[in-house]
């Protein structure tokens, strides 16, 4: 049995001392531009995100911090360009790790369309109840359905110019919501008519992120730029917003566990947070190493949580109960960026971003082993994934390369299985399945 890296105990913010852990130290290089990166960047992320990334010509840098400026990186004007040649001189383009290929006993299958409006940039996919695959075009204002029977995919675009959707939902009644990202509002998609209804948001709410409804019909949802979670009822268009108390925290990827209690990750901070459903009070943990960061992060029956060490290139478990953190290295080292997470069949499933290609990866909490695979397209960086109903396969986006994929997992032979096969179903996805609880 795989042993994990270390076990350690979070320490929560209310009424604690934080756990420190000692570490080297990792610093940017000295030259001109230094301190404006230094200052910049880190006000976000850690530094580790500029140095283990595979580098940009000078085009690539400028692209880069146009976008970290609109996201809310606060960078004088006049600093911008000293900004550019430093990263460009010091962190040139370069080769991404190699994926690391771990064979196993389990067997997947890949499928990907190619999108028809080129560089639409798929943010997050979801796997709805009819077998369908949406994404968010998140450069071209719309969102997307992919009908994996045909290969037939029918573009929605938005009313609001440049909301840059991002997370997506659906609710009981197989509407699609979808998280605005440069526009103060929600969205929900009618996917037979394609009309699109907007909730608007307080002016201070943007950057909405990642959506989730409660079992009570509540959409939840981080946003990003404006540090805060929020709380919207469909039912009265009624908005709840409460400030994440770390500054600049970034709350990015959100679960929500069987008491209806929101979880989210805060990527600008060594953090996780809940939210009381009925006060919105949010209480921190601090998790053990200052480097950590998280984007994405998934839950599994039992309420234990697991995320994605981004910076670190760490596959992690969090035990909200007592604040226990337990660690395994990613398979493919400490600059695979681990991104896109989901539970499937008791397996932790996520994929390696920064490998080529980027790798599909298998932990099985019972032995802890990895098995891994490497995405056919490339993936071209998969930020986001989600197990089917059905629970046979995970949808993924594959930003970079302008695709959507369905993975399939192979099950082994049982009743309920065979069961199942007798009964007429679309290929590779599962028949129309009851809705999710939520509301219209």
Request: glycine share 8%; charged share 20%; hydrophobic share 35%.
């Given at each position: 049995m795989?042993?994990p890296?270390?076990?350690?105990?979070?320490?929560?913010?209310?009424?604690s001392?934080?756990?420190?852990?000692?570490?080297?130290?990792?610093?940017?290089?000295?030259?001109?531009?230094?301190?404006a990166v230094?200052?910049?960047?880190?006000?976000?992320?850690?530094?580790k995100?500029?140095?283990n990334s595979?580098?940009?010509?000078?085009?690539?840098?400028?692209?880069?911090?146009?976008?970290?400026i609109?996201?809310?990186?606060?960078?004088?004007?006049?600093?911008?360009?000293?900004?550019?040649?430093?990263?460009?001189?010091?962190?040139?383009?370069q080769?991404a790790p190699?994926?690391?290929?771990?064979?196993?006993?389990?067997?997947?299958?890949f499928?990907?369309?190619?999108?028809?409006?080129?560089?639409?940039?798929?943010?997050?996919p979801?796997?709805?109840?009819?077998?369908?695959?949406?994404?968010?075009?998140?450069k071209?204002?719309?969102?997307?359905r992919?009908?994996?029977?045909?290969?037939?995919?029918?573009?929605?675009?938005?009313?609001?110019?440049?909301?840059?959707?991002?997370g997506?939902?659906?609710?009981?009644?197989?509407?699609?919501w979808?998280a605005?990202?440069d526009?103060?509002?929600?969205?929900?998609i009618?996917?037979?008519t394609?009309?699109?209804?907007?909730?608007?948001?307080?002016?201070?709410a943007l950057g909405?992120?990642?959506p989730l409804?409660?079992?009570?019909?509540?959409?939840?949802?981080?946003?990003?730029?404006s540090?805060?979670?929020?709380?919207?009822?469909p039912?009265?268009g009624?908005?709840?917003?409460?400030v994440s108390?770390?500054?600049?925290?970034l709350?990015?990827?959100?679960?929500?566990?069987?008491k209806?209690?929101?979880?989210f990750?805060?990527?600008?901070s060594?953090?996780?947070?809940?939210?009381?459903?009925n006060?919105l009070?949010?209480?921190e943990?601090?998790?053990?190493n200052?480097?950590t960061?998280?984007?994405?992060?998934?839950?599994?029956?039992?309420?234990?949580?697991y995320?994605a060490?981004?910076?670190?290139?760490?596959?992690?478990?969090?035990?909200p109960?007592?604040g226990?953190v337990?660690?395994?290295?990613s398979?493919?080292?400490?600059?695979?960026?681990?991104y896109?997470m989901?539970?499937?069949?008791?397996?932790?499933?996520y994929v390696?971003?920064?490998?080529?290609?980027?790798?599909?990866v298998?932990f099985?909490?019972?032995?802890?082993?990895?098995?891994?695979w490497?995405?056919?397209?490339g993936?071209?960086?998969?930020?986001?994934?989600?197990?089917?109903?059905?629970?046979?396969?995970?949808v993924i986006?594959?930003?970079?390369?302008?695709?959507v994929?369905?993975?399939?997992?192979?099950?082994?032979d049982?009743?309920?299985?065979?069961?199942?096969?007798?009964?007429?179903?679309?290929?590779?996805?599962?028949?129309r399945?009851p809705?999710p609880?939520?509301?219209?």
């Open positions: 795989r042993k890296v270390a076990v350690f105990a979070a320490a929560a913010l209310l009424g001392a934080s756990l420190v852990v000692a570490q080297n130290p990792t610093t940017l290089p000295a030259g001109a531009g230094h301190d230094q200052g910049a960047c880190a006000a976000c992320h850690s530094v995100v500029v140095i595979s580098g940009y010509s000078a085009e690539g840098w400028q692209q880069t911090v146009n976008s970290m609109g996201r809310g990186a606060k960078v004088p004007p006049d600093q911008v360009a000293a900004m550019v040649d430093y990263l460009a001189k010091n962190f040139p383009p080769p190699p994926a690391v290929i771990l064979p196993g006993t389990e067997k997947v299958s499928q990907e369309w190619a999108l028809p409006t080129p560089d639409s940039f798929p943010h997050d979801m796997a709805a109840p009819d077998g369908s695959i949406w994404y968010t075009g998140f071209v204002n719309l969102l997307g992919v009908d994996p029977l045909t290969g037939k995919i029918r573009e929605y675009p938005l009313k609001t110019p440049k909301s840059a959707p991002h997506l939902t659906f609710d009981k009644n197989g509407n699609i979808f605005a990202h526009r103060p509002y929600m969205g929900k009618d996917p037979e394609g009309e699109v209804t907007e909730y608007p948001l307080p002016q201070a909405a992120h990642t409804f409660d079992s009570k019909g509540n959409l939840w949802f981080t946003l990003i730029t540090n805060r979670i929020g709380r919207l009822d039912r009265t009624d908005v709840k917003l409460a108390p770390t500054a600049r925290s709350p990015y990827g959100l679960v929500i566990t069987s209806d209690v929101p979880i990750a805060e990527f600008g060594n953090k996780l947070a809940s939210v009381d459903p006060t009070e949010i209480h943990w601090t998790l053990p200052a480097d960061r998280i984007r994405r992060l998934t839950i599994t029956p039992d309420d234990m949580i995320y060490d981004f910076d670190r290139g760490y596959l992690s478990r969090f035990d109960k007592n226990e337990t660690e395994w290295p398979p493919g080292g400490p600059r695979s960026q681990p896109a989901a539970v499937l069949r008791g397996a932790i499933w390696e971003s920064g490998t080529e290609p980027n790798a599909l298998r099985d909490p019972a032995n802890e082993k990895f098995q891994t490497g995405i056919p397209s993936g071209g960086v998969v930020r986001n994934m989600m197990v089917t109903r059905d629970g046979d396969h995970l986006a594959e930003s970079g390369v302008n695709k994929g369905l993975v399939t997992v192979a099950r082994h049982s009743s309920a299985h065979l069961q199942r096969r007798r009964q007429p179903a679309r290929p590779g996805l599962a028949r399945s809705q609880t939520g509301p219209r």
